[in-house]
């Protein structure tokens, strides 16, 4: 666990960051930029960052969680890892125009679903075309849920947030073909999670 109180430390992202990793390896293959919406802790972005050297990694957050990820990005001093970004899904500009790919992990059913439909519109503006957007987390499938775990989760979330919850696979593939992202893979992960891979139509 991290010593420095100023690094926040969350027990998930450091479970899962290796499965999500090993997916990303053979995903963001190219040299470029890749936006990771909803940085969190900042612990996936500094572990992306130093395995994915050919990537510039731009983590983002909202403005009160900027100071923990700057704090990891501080010690880890990596020349691929640039200042994080305060990015609200929901106002617009947002602090990138364009980008080569993007990342978010268990974003979905913390923002409300008119968060989730910002976040695909602001991906289409700015995700270059045949670009890849890569989403992480628990899904339910035909209106179930997949695990005993996924449906506690999504009481707590929604006791916490009546907007918040897990989302129907098929409607979250259904917003992204609206927005011009096709499915391309769906990777089984860990603990009843997926990680979803879309690609945004060449124009």
Not at 18 to 40: D, K, N, Q, Y
Not at 72 to 97: F, G, I, K, M, S
Not at 121 to 141: Q, S, T
């Amino acid at each position: 666990m991290a010593s420095d109180p100023s690094r926040p430390f969350c027990a998930a992202a450091d479970r899962n960051k290796a499965p999500i990793l090993e997916v990303l390896r053979r995903i963001f293959t190219e040299a470029g930029c890749i936006l990771e919406i909803g940085s969190g802790t900042g612990q996936h972005a500094v572990y992306f960052a130093a395995n994915l050297p050919h990537i510039t990694w731009q983590a983002t957050e909202l403005p009160a969680e900027l100071g923990g990820i700057e704090a990891w990005r501080q010690e880890a001093a990596l020349a691929n890892l640039p200042p994080p970004l305060a990015l609200d899904v929901q106002r617009d500009p947002w602090p990138v125009t364009r980008v080569d790919g993007a990342f978010s992990a268990n974003t979905a059913h913390i923002l409300s679903w008119q968060g989730v439909e910002c976040m695909f519109a602001g991906l289409a503006r700015v995700v270059e075309p045949a670009g890849l957007f890569c989403l992480y987390g628990p899904f339910n499938e035909g209106g179930e849920y997949t695990s005993a775990g996924n449906a506690q989760l999504d009481g707590w979330l929604r006791a916490r947030n009546p907007a918040s919850g897990l989302r129907e696979l098929d409607a979250i593939c259904a917003l992204a073909r609206r927005t011009g992202f096709g499915l391309v893979a769906d990777h089984a992960l860990p603990a009843n999670n997926r990680l979803l891979v879309w690609r945004r139509a060449e124009v």
